[in-house]
Structure formats: structure tokens, C-alpha cells
T-cell receptor
Framework: EAQVTQNPRYLITVTGKKLTVTCSQN?????MSWYRQDPGLGLRQIYY???????DKGDVPEGYKVSRKEKRNFPLILESPSPNQTSLYFC????????????FGSGTRLTVV | KQEVTQIPAALSVPEGENLVLNCSFT??????LQWFRQDPGKGLTSLLL?????REQTSGRLNASLDKSSGRSTLYIAASQPGDSATYLC???????????FGAGTILRVKS
């Protein structure tokens, strides 16, 4: 089944403790991206990657890091999480070009206390 | 700057009704428009993708139309069911960064 897989689905952590949210897609998509969703603010792009070793900032990149060493994986790294990073996170992937839609993962609910 | 607006913000209908959700966008130079469904606290499920050259797309009881010149898309749901209750989001891609610009969504409740 074609899908984007995120792990973990739920995570509660403490301020300052480094964490990684993994994202993997099995559709051979070139493009991958991370979004966060917050009440009243909607979905906002954090980082995106057009292909392996090519990443760039989205609208809200502060406090996050990403890497794209393999085509299928695009982990989101929070080096020192803070409570304002409590959110619902989504990974998405797509083929390059504008004729293709996006496939989203099931989401990761992160709580930073 | 592309802005996407969805009307209504919330909708409650009895089971069996046909309904229309609206999506408007400010920059008509779009490549495509995608409709998603989101259940509470869950992921986004793609419903329909309409290319800029298309007028409509259909999938089962869902029909999405696109009018680029007026900056509008509608999602038509026929014979609504309680299982259709969810938030419906429309989104268009930006050229830079392939970012999707989302509307705020329409929260749909179908009462049995």
C-alpha cells in the first residue's frame, strides 16, 4: 500500500530533551515536507526537501532540523524542544511537478512539558 | 500572496442531504487544487485532485468542481452519511517550495 509512515504517533517529552520524528514513504517521491497544525493557525510548513540532500526552510523552521540522506526518509529533529512546539505534526510527500497531489502521514501528536 | 478561504466554517445537516462546501483562492494562477478530509486528531486523507485544466473530478459520492477564472472550487457531497462527519480542507500548491496553502477548513457534522 502506498503510504507515508510517521513514528511515533504520540509523544510526550520534557523541555530540552532532543527527539526525532521519523517519516518514510514508499512511493519513490522526490518531494517531502513537514507541516505543523495548530488551532486557529491551520497548517504551516516547517521544512521541505526537493530531493536527496536538498532541503530548505518553510514558514516556521525555527527550532527544527531535517535531513534527507535517503529518498524515502525525511526525519524531523527537535534538538531542544520547548512547550511552544507542542503541536500535531504531519509529513507529506509528492512527485516533483505540479500535476501531482500530496500524500500525508497519519500525524504525530507531540506534547512538550 | 495566495490566500485560501473556506465557507462555511461549520455545517450541520441531517443524514441524506446533498451538500456543498466552498473554497475560494485569491490568485487564479494555480496548478491544481486538492481536497482533503481530516478526522479529529488524525491525518489528512486526499479526496480529490483537480488539475488547472480540468473543470471537475468525481469519486463516488464526491464531486469537486474548479473555476479558475473566478477563483473558486466546490466540493459536492451527495446523500450525506454520518461517516462523512469530518473537517474538509482545500489546498493549492505554491510555486516556491511546493508549499501547500490550506484553507481553514469546513467542519461537517452529519446527524443520523
Amino acid at each position: 500500500e502506498a503510504q507515508v509512515t510517521q513514528n511515533p504517533r504520540y509523544l510526550i517529552t520534557v523541555t530540552g530533551k532532543k527527539l526525532t520524528v521519523t517519516c518514510s514513504q514508499n512511493m519513490n517521491h522526490e518531494y517531502m515536507s513537514w507541516y505543523r497544525q495548530d488551532p486557529g493557525l491551520g497548517l504551516r510548513q516547517i521544512y521541505y526537501s526537493m530531493n536527496v540532500e536538498v532541503t530548505d526552510k518553510g514558514d516556521v523552521p525555527e527550532g527544527y532540523k531535517v535531513s534527507r540522506k535517503e529518498k524515502r526518509n525525511f526525519p524531523l529533529i527537535l534538538e531542544s524542544p520547548s512547550p511552544n512546539q507542542t503541536s500535531l505534526y504531519f509529513c507529506a510527500s509528492s512527485r516533483t511537478g505540479y500535476n501531482y497531489g500530496y500524500t500525508f502521514g497519519s500525524g504525530t501528536r507531540l506534547t512538550v512539558v | 500572496k495566495q490566500e485560501v478561504t473556506q465557507i462555511p466554517a461549520a455545517l450541520s445537516v441531517p443524514e441524506g442531504e446533498n451538500l456543498v462546501l466552498n473554497c475560494s483562492f485569491t490568485d487564479s494562477a494555480i496548478y491544481n487544487l486538492q481536497w482533503f478530509r481530516q478526522d479529529p486528531g488524525k491525518g489528512l486523507t486526499s479526496l480529490l485532485l483537480i488539475q488547472s485544466s480540468q473543470r471537475e473530478q468525481t469519486s463516488g459520492r464526491l464531486n469537486a468542481s474548479l473555476d479558475k477564472s473566478s477563483g473558486r472550487s466546490t466540493l459536492y457531497i451527495a446523500a450525506s452519511q454520518p461517516g462523512d462527519s469530518a473537517t474538509y480542507l482545500c489546498a493549492v500548491p505554491m510555486e516556491y517550495g511546493n508549499k501547500l496553502v490550506f484553507g481553514a477548513g469546513t467542519i461537517l457534522r452529519v446527524k443520523s
